[in-house]
């Protein structure tokens, strides 16, 4: 019976692509304000698990509630519009749009809700200046690091003050010095904002940071 003290519970999910079984009973639960890693060989199935927990993709079976409510029947514009508001992410490339600015990359989220334009730019500066980049906000992605880069996604993944934000190899293109720092400011932001962070990494050391790890194996979560 699924346990609607947590925040996010996931429960008995099972996902196949074709005759490849990549899930094969996945259960979890995350409190609110946790950091949670979860760390595994390629292909133990990770990246499904957080695609399936941001409803990019639907289970075959099993069931996920965030904040008690069930994610995995929702359709369409009611789907798009939970994920929105409800959901940020943070991928391995930071997908900022080349032709705006660090600020309108963070703002786009807010734009899409149809946030009030000086609410979104307050909370947009505010985010930038928190995560050390108030000289850079109307800098394109292509005149900022790679650092820059993922510290601008991650202001654009908090801005709609989301209930958990997924992180899929966030450091994957960053040095071990900005990886350790992007890992340390998802802690930071925790504790700071009571934050949840779901965080998939190869990188054991950075993993260890974070308040849990679980490890994936063969489509299951091993600890």
């Not at 930071?94 to 149809?114: D, K, M, Q, T, Y």
């Not at 350790?180 to 050391?205: P, Y």
Request: a positive charge; one cysteine or more; aromatic letters at 4%.
């Amino acid at each position: 019976m699924v346990n609607f003290t947590f925040m996010l519970e996931a429960l008995q999910l099972h996902k196949k692509y074709g005759k490849l079984e990549v899930l094969k009973g996945v259960d979890l639960s995350i409190q609110k304000g946790e950091v949670v890693s979860i760390t595994g060989a390629s292909g133990a199935g990770k990246s499904t698990v957080l695609h399936l927990l941001g409803t990019l993709d639907k289970p075959d079976s099993g069931n996920i509630r965030l904040n008690g409510r069930s994610i995995e029947q929702l359709k369409g514009k009611e789907l798009a519009q939970f994920r929105n508001q409800s959901i940020g992410f943070i991928f391995q490339f930071h997908h900022l749009l080349p032709e705006f600015s660090a600020l309108e990359n963070v703002c786009i989220p807010g734009w899409i809700s149809r946030q009030s334009k000086a609410k979104l730019e307050k909370r947009a500066n505010m985010l930038l200046d928190r995560l050390g980049l108030s000289d850079r906000k109307e800098h394109r992605p292509g005149q900022l690091s790679g650092g820059e880069q993922q510290r601008v996604a991650v202001a654009r993944a908090l801005i709609n003050e989301p209930a958990i934000v997924l992180a899929d190899e966030p450091t994957g293109n960053l040095d071990s010095v900005h990886a350790q720092q992007l890992h340390s400011l998802f802690l930071e932001l925790s504790r700071e904002t009571a934050q949840t962070f779901l965080i998939v990494t190869h990188n054991q050391s950075l993993a260890e940071m974070s308040d849990r790890v679980l490890t994936m194996k063969d489509g299951r979560i091993l600890s």
